[in-house]
């Protein structure tokens, strides 16, 4: 086996975790569909979906150390005779089924779609439990007029975000690429990323701080729905 062929397996195994996102996003919009139509009471069908959230997290959790795995070991690699490459496959089984071993299922609640899920239907329930009709279209209409100038606009880019995420330390909102694409720009520059958010004092974001943010995306997509039929 090559070293190409390596990290093109590698490629193709991140577009995967893409997909795996994507659809954690999916069912996290399904399932507060289904929280909102029950009238804020649980749906069966909520609990499988979260069942599937956790087996995405999981999958997504294996192959971030699968990933790291390989790489460690073809860095060892590269710098040892060529025969080594041979023994690449097993060393890459052992040190993976060795830190598999270590992890706890627990760990899975704290994934950050994970997260977003329970607190997205737990916003939905309390949202429906709480909310009449009529002051649920009042509440739309103020979203219209000051979410859209407040929270719907990314600090990063300064136009609408697509894919909010919250920064848990700060409370404030970004695009995920525009922040991610910072964190990564500040991490190659041996910097830290400071919040973009004028007159914060949050000197340090980190990806592990930011998590999705599906009901305000929701409402980002409802808003533009709107505009287009008006």
């Not at 609990?47 to 192959?63: G, H």
């Not at 004028?198 to 929701?218: A, F, H, T, W, Y």
């Amino acid at each position: 086996m090559s070293l190409s062929a390596v990290h093109g397996t590698l490629s193709s195994l991140k577009s995967c975790q893409t997909d795996i996102g994507t659809g954690m996003d999916i069912v996290t919009d399904v399932a507060m569909d289904l929280a909102e139509a029950h009238d804020g009471e649980v749906n069966p069908g909520i609990k499988e979906m979260e069942a599937m959230i956790l087996e995405c997290a999981q999958l997504d959790r294996e192959i971030n150390y699968f990933v790291d795995v390989v790489q460690q070991v073809t860095a060892e690699v590269a710098t040892q005779q060529p025969e080594a490459m041979f023994s690449l496959s097993a060393k890459v089984k052992e040190q993976f089924t060795e830190r598999i071993a270590g992890l706890s299922d627990a760990d899975l609640h704290h994934h950050q779609k994970v997260v977003a899920f329970k607190d997205s239907i737990k916003n939905s329930l309390n949202q429906a439990n709480q909310e009449t009709a009529e002051n649920m279209e009042e509440l739309d209409e103020d979203i219209a007029v000051t979410q859209s100038q407040v929270n719907f606009t990314c600090p990063l880019t300064q136009v609408e975000m697509v894919n909010p995420v919250k920064n848990k330390k700060c409370n404030h909102y970004y695009d995920e690429a525009a922040i991610l694409g910072l964190i990564k720009t500040r991490h190659s520059q041996k910097k830290k990323c400071r919040c973009p958010v004028v007159g914060c004092g949050n000197i340090d974001v980190k990806e592990s701080d930011l998590v999705p943010d599906q009901m305000l995306r929701r409402k980002i997509q409802s808003q533009k729905r709107n505009s287009n039929r008006t």
